[in-house]
């Protein structure tokens, strides 16, 4: 179903106006027949015909002129009102203006009372207190579409990652109607169909990319090996939900404009183990570079001793100095020399 879009109905002032002096030409209609049928029998004459046809006919119009005032529509910037004559789609009123429809029009927004954790969801139950004390609620949600971008933020989920590990991620995403027809028909209701896709698209995503670059793992489908990964190729990731989001709610007259990764960690089980690994990984590459650093170094000493000739060394003797330095440079704590005070043999 494609939208229509109504054109030239921002007649609503002109309407009021017209019906609001139809009424008051009723209204004196209707007292001029009462007064001349009144002289008529105070005459003790017939009544007019002309006097009974004015009462009648004043009183019909005053009794029925409200209904066009129903086909009156207000709508604010980005907002919508999709309309249905007896079942039957009959177009959508769209822009800010004062709008004169068929009073016989109903509004119609399946998900006008559904509050999801987005913008927009603002309740609309108001109470009131009825005569004898109580509270009451009175339920003034709107048929208005917003056509504005709202932001939905789904709930956190647990999903194994291409490894099986469980982590934890919430996505932002934000998205706006742009086709009022398809919102309102093609599904029962778009906002919850749309956190729905949301979940469904962000498990199949998720689940191509490990949580950090591991070894041997194909996140493009192309057969060759990368580094995409949850935590380093955020932006990619968000781009590939974002489309994956839109692919399934194009029916539903959806345009997603924005995908973004709000929170992203290893699930309670195993944060404890990964927070260790990551340590250990850590402590090993700080090695390693302590380790080459200190090599550097020791060759360097070697090399300045046996350029200048300061000393001379054995081979016994070098790799006791060796053995020596590397320990002091690679060692957790500060090293306590022994100083030798006899001769260097």
């Given at each position: 179903?494609?939208?229509?879009?109504?054109?030239?109905?921002?007649?609503?002032?002109?309407?009021?106006?017209?019906?609001?002096?139809?009424?008051?030409?009723?209204?004196?209609?209707?007292?001029?027949?009462?007064?001349?049928?009144d002289?008529?029998?105070?005459?003790?004459?017939?009544?007019?015909?002309?006097?009974?046809?004015?009462?009648?006919?004043?009183?019909?119009?005053?009794?029925?002129?409200?209904?066009?005032?129903?086909?009156?529509?207000?709508?604010?910037?980005?907002?919508?009102?999709?309309?249905?004559?007896?079942?039957?789609?009959?177009?959508?009123?769209?822009?800010?203006?004062?709008?004169?429809?068929?009073?016989?029009?109903?509004?119609?927004?399946?998900?006008?009372?559904t509050?999801l954790?987005?913008?927009?969801?603002?309740?609309?139950?108001?109470?009131?207190?009825?005569?004898?004390?109580?509270?009451?609620?009175?339920?003034?949600?709107?048929?208005?579409?917003?056509?504005?971008?709202?932001?939905?933020?789904?709930?956190?989920?647990?999903?194994?990652?291409?490894?099986?590990?469980?982590?934890?991620?919430?996505?932002?995403?934000?998205?706006?109607?742009?086709?009022?027809?398809?919102?309102?028909?093609?599904?029962?209701?778009?906002?919850?169909?749309?956190?729905?896709?949301?979940?469904?698209?962000?498990?199949?995503?998720?689940?191509?990319y490990?949580?950090?670059?591991?070894?041997?793992?194909?996140?493009?489908?192309?057969?060759?090996?990368?580094?995409?990964?949850?935590?380093?190729?955020?932006?990619?990731?968000?781009?590939?939900?974002?489309?994956?989001?839109?692919?399934?709610?194009?029916?539903?007259?959806?345009?997603?404009?924005?995908a973004?990764?709000t929170?992203?960690?290893?699930?309670?089980?195993?944060?404890?183990?990964?927070?260790?690994?990551?340590?250990?990984?850590?402590?090993?590459?700080?090695?390693?570079?302590?380790?080459?650093?200190?090599?550097?170094?020791?060759?360097?000493?070697?090399?300045?001793?046996?350029?200048?000739?300061?000393?001379?060394?054995?081979?016994?003797?070098?790799?006791?100095?060796v053995?020596?330095l590397?320990?002091?440079?690679?060692?957790?704590?500060?090293?306590?020399?022994?100083?030798?005070?006899?001769?260097?043999?």
């Open positions: 179903m494609n939208e229509i879009v109504l054109s030239g109905k921002k007649n609503g002032m002109a309407a009021l106006l017209i019906c609001i002096a139809v009424l008051l030409a009723a209204i004196a209609g209707v007292v001029f027949g009462a007064m001349g049928m002289a008529a029998e105070t005459a003790g004459e017939d009544t007019p015909v002309l006097y009974a046809v004015l009462f009648a006919v004043s009183l019909v119009i005053f009794c029925t002129g409200w209904i066009p005032l129903c086909g009156l529509r207000v709508l604010a910037p980005n907002e919508a009102l999709v309309l249905t004559l007896f079942g039957k789609y009959v177009g959508t009123l769209k822009g800010d203006g004062f709008f004169c429809v068929n009073p016989f029009c109903v509004s119609v927004n399946p998900a006008a009372k509050k954790k987005q913008s927009g969801d603002v309740s609309s139950v108001q109470s009131a207190v009825s005569s004898d004390g109580n509270s009451i609620s009175i339920d003034t949600t709107s048929k208005k579409l917003s056509l504005k971008i709202m932001t939905l933020n789904n709930s956190r989920q647990k999903i194994n990652d291409c490894l099986g590990n469980p982590i934890e991620i919430g996505i932002a995403v934000t998205w706006r109607i742009v086709d009022t027809a398809k919102a309102v028909f093609n599904v029962d209701n778009y906002k919850e169909f749309l956190s729905l896709q949301c979940d469904s698209a962000l498990r199949n995503i998720v689940r191509l490990p949580y950090d670059v591991a070894p041997n793992i194909d996140t493009t489908g192309d057969g060759i090996a990368d580094d995409g990964s949850l935590r380093g190729s955020s932006e990619l990731v968000a781009s590939r939900i974002r489309d994956e989001i839109q692919n399934r709610v194009d029916e539903a007259g959806i345009e997603v404009v924005e973004r990764i929170y992203l960690a290893y699930a309670t089980e195993i944060a404890a183990v990964m927070l260790q690994r990551q340590q250990a990984s850590a402590i090993i590459d700080a090695r390693k570079m302590i380790v080459d650093g200190a090599v550097g170094m020791v060759e360097m000493a070697l090399d300045r001793l046996a350029e200048k000739g300061t000393v001379t060394l054995d081979e016994e003797r070098k790799a006791a100095m053995s020596n590397l320990v002091v440079l690679c060692g957790n704590h500060d090293a306590q020399p022994v100083v030798n005070s006899g001769s260097l043999y």
